[in-house]
């Protein structure tokens, strides 16, 4: 079983020699997500669309496809509706567990959490299908995620000392490592429901 810092070492593999462009894509993305909550309808429409885009960048970038930053953009063409039917679920669920008091949202909002690249991975999935396959992938797997996000709280107070520019190297170091969260847990996941089939 991969641990934290296995995933933030295959980050670092993956970033290597890329990481103006990652640096690029964190940054715009940043700047596209910030635009967009000035308005509801903003966020409703194209909030979906980049953060499917986004979470393409990633996979992409682990899996050696080296993508420019035009992929934060393929959301707008081909998985518009989908996109928008996720993102705003994600949130609704998360916001209404959240609702039972702060432990109850973050957990939900872990079991949730793998639905952006589940989606990047099956743009014509159902969104309904898209979080129920998150919560069963996550079942098991949250505390590994949290440990991953409590490894970077070192870097998090550097990037405070900052004024938040070490950001810009860390958004990208967290999304990649993420991401080969996914494909590790990913791949356990069809490993257990192909033996499952077996048996």
């Given at each position: 079983m991969l641990y934290a810092k296995d995933f933030r070492q295959a980050a670092r593999q993956k970033l290597a020699g890329c990481w103006i462009t990652a640096v690029l894509c964190a940054l715009v993305y940043s700047v596209l997500a910030g635009a967009l909550q000035a308005t509801v309808i903003g966020v409703i429409l194209l909030g979906g669309p980049f953060w499917w885009g986004?979470?393409?960048?990633?996979?992409?970038?682990?899996?050696?496809?080296?993508?420019?930053?035009?992929?934060?953009?393929?959301?707008?063409?081909?998985?518009?509706?989908?996109?928008?039917?996720?993102?705003?679920?994600?949130?609704?669920?998360?916001?209404?567990?959240?609702?039972?008091?702060?432990?109850?949202?973050?957990?939900?909002?872990?079991?949730?959490?793998?639905?952006?690249?589940?989606?990047?991975?099956?743009?014509?999935?159902?969104?309904?299908?898209?979080?129920?396959t998150s919560r069963n992938m996550m079942t098991g797997n949250k505390w590994?995620?949290?440990?991953?996000?409590?490894?970077?709280?070192?870097?998090?107070?550097?990037?405070?000392?900052?004024?938040?520019?070490?950001?810009?190297?860390?958004?990208?170091?967290?999304?990649?490592s993420r991401a080969q969260f996914y494909e590790a847990v990913r791949t356990e996941y069809e490993m257990k429901a192909s033996a499952q089939q077996t048996i």
């Open positions: 986004y979470h393409s960048f990633w996979l992409a970038q682990i899996r050696w496809q080296k993508p420019g930053l035009e992929k934060l953009f393929d959301g707008l063409q081909k998985c518009f509706v989908n996109s928008i039917a996720v993102y705003l679920l994600q949130g609704i669920f998360t916001f209404l567990w959240g609702l039972l008091f702060v432990i109850p949202g973050i957990v939900k909002g872990y079991s949730y959490a793998m639905a952006p690249f589940i989606l990047a991975d099956n743009p014509g999935m159902d969104a309904i299908e898209v979080i129920d590994r995620l949290f440990c991953l996000d409590m490894s970077f709280i070192g870097w998090h107070i550097l990037c405070g000392l900052t004024m938040g520019i070490g950001y810009l190297w860390l958004s990208p170091y967290i999304a990649c």
